[in-house]
C-alpha cells in the first residue's frame, strides 16, 4: 500500500503530559547509555530495555525517548516510500541510516513496544496544526499501558522542521497523550483507533468540535478492537472500509485511503486465487499420475490380475479427481495478467486429459462386459499421457 509522509514545521502543541521533565530525567540518562552494539537492532535495544527498567510506564518512555532522540526526519526522501519493502528490512535501513519519516519512526516504536511485551499498534490518519488541516497523512503510534491506551507521536516528538531544515528537539507534549486529548490534532482515518467510546466525525474534526459528546451511541472500542483482531487479513480491510467510509470521506486523504484498502482487498482476492490455482495444479498432477498408472497397467494388459471392481476403480478415481479440477478451474477467479498463460494451459491439459479418461473409462467398461476370452483380444499398446 502506498504510503504518503508528513511534512513537519512548526506548530503550536495541543498535546498535553502528564509528567514532568524530572520524572522523565532518570529514564532518558539510562536509554541514552546503551552501547553502541545493543542499538543496531530492535531486538538489542529491547533487551537492553528489558534489563533496565522493570515497569511498562518506563519502558515506554524509554522507547520514546530512544526514537525520538536517535532517528532525524528524513527530508530527502519524506515523498516516497516503498511499499514492498519487508518490515523487517525496513527496520534494519533506518537503525543504519538513522533517518526516517514518520512511518519509520512508528516502525521502530511499535517494533520495539512488541518486543518488549506492550501491547501496540500503528495509527493512521491526518492531522491538524494551528487550525489547519494537513494536506498529507501521518502516522503515529498508540500502546496499552496499564489496561489503558494512549498515543505517541515519536514523529513530532523528535524535532521541527524550519525553511526545509529538521531540527532536533525532544517535545514530551506526544508522549503517553490520552486519547480524548489526541483526537484534538490527530485523527486517525479509522475510528476504531480514536479509542473512544463517542468517536467523533471527519466533519466534526474539521469543525474542531472535539469534545465527549455521550448524546451519540456507545462504541465498545475494546470489545470492537478484540472482534477486528479475530478476523482473517481480507475481513480486517472490509471491516476497516465500512468504518472509514461511514466516518465521513471529508478530503481526498480519506478517499486515497479507501482506494488503498480496495486495492489490497483485490491483490489479496488475487493472492488467494493464485494459491487456489496452485492447489488445483497439484491436485490435477496427481490425477495425472493415476491416470499414467492406468495406462501402464494396461499396456500390461491387466497384469497381474485385479478384480474387476479395483480396475474401474483405477480409472474412476482420475477420472473424478480431473473433473473435479475442471470445474475448479473454471471457477478460480482472476489470477493477475502474469498467471493467466499459465491458467489457460492447465484448463487446456485437464481437458485433454479427461478426454483420454473418457476414452480408457469406455474402454474398461467394455473390457469389464466381456468374456474372459474375448477380454484377451482387446488389448493394444497405448501411451502415457
Not at 526526519?73 to 514518520?102: A, F, H, Q, W
Request: hydrophobic letters at 30%; aromatic letters at 12%.
Amino acid at each position: 500500500m502506498k504510503n504518503i509522509y508528513l511534512l513537519l514545521c512548526l506548530f503550536l502543541s495541543v498535546f498535553s503530559f502528564g509528567q514532568s521533565q524530572t520524572e522523565y530525567t532518570l529514564i532518558d540518562n539510562q536509554i541514552s547509555k546503551i552501547p553502541n552494539n545493543s542499538s543496531y537492532s530492535t531486538k538489542g535495544i529491547a533487551n537492553y530495555i528489558n534489563s533496565h527498567f522493570k515497569t511498562d510506564n518506563d519502558k515506554i518512555r524509554a522507547i520514546f525517548y530512544w526514537t525520538a532522540s536517535n532517528i532525524s526526519y528524513d527530508m530527502d526522501n519524506r515523498p516516497t516510500s516503498n511499499s514492498r519493502e519487508s518490515s523487517e528490512n525496513k527496520i534494519k535501513n533506518i537503525l543504519k541510516t538513522r533517518k526516517g519519516v514518520c512511518s519509520d519512526y512508528t516502525e521502530i516504536f511499535n517494533d520495539l513496544a512488541n518486543k518488549v511485551g506492550i501491547k501496540a499498534v500503528i495509527v493512521s490518519g491526518y492531522t491538524k496544526q494551528n487550525g489547519a488541516i494537513d494536506t498529507i497523512s501521518h502516522a503515529w503510534c498508540a500502546a496499552k499501558i496499564n489496561n489503558r491506551w494512549y498515543l505517541f507521536d515519536p514523529t513530532w516528538g523528535s524535532g521541527f522542521v524550519n525553511n526545509g531544515r529538521f531540527s532536533k528537539k525532544i517535545d514530551n507534549s506526544y508522549f503517553k497523550v490520552s486519547p480524548s486529548q489526541s483526537i484534538a490534532s490527530h485523527i486517525p482515518f479509522d475510528y476504531l483507533w480514536q479509542f473512544l467510546n463517542y468517536p467523533i466525525t471527519n466533519q466534526e474534526f474539521y469543525e474542531g468540535k472535539t469534545q465527549i459528546n455521550k448524546s451519540k451511541k456507545y462504541f465498545d472500542f475494546e470489545s470492537e478492537i478484540a472482534k477486528y483482531e479475530s478476523l482473517s487479513e481480507i475481513d480486517k480491510l472490509y471491516d476497516s472500509a465500512e468504518r472509514i467510509e461511514k466516518n465521513g470521506v471529508e478530503n481526498k486523504l480519506i478517499l486515497e485511503r479507501l482506494k488503498n484498502k480496495d486495492k489490497n482487498i483485490s491483490y489479496l482476492h488475487q493472492k488467494t486465487n493464485v494459491e487456489k490455482l496452485n492447489r488445483i495444479a497439484n491436485d490435477c498432477n496427481q490425477a495425472v499420475n493415476l491416470l499414467n498408472d492406468f495406462i501402464n497397467y494396461r499396456n500390461k494388459q491387466f497384469s497381474p490380475t485385479l478384480p474387476d471392481n479395483e480396475i474401474i476403480s483405477m480409472i474412476e478415481t482420475p477420472k473424478q479427481k480431473l473433473v473435479k479440477c475442471q470445474n475448479a478451474l473454471y471457477n478460480v477467479g482472476y489470477v493477475g495478467n502474469e498467471n493467466s498463460s499459465s491458467l489457460a494451459s492447465l484448463k487446456k491439459s485437464v481437458n485433454n486429459a479427461l478426454a483420454q479418461t473418457e476414452e480408457h473409462f469406455i474402454f474398461v467398461q467394455n473390457y469389464l462386459n466381456k468374456s474372459n476370452m474375448d477380454r484377451r483380444g482387446m488389448f493394444t499398446k497405448t501411451t502415457w499421457y
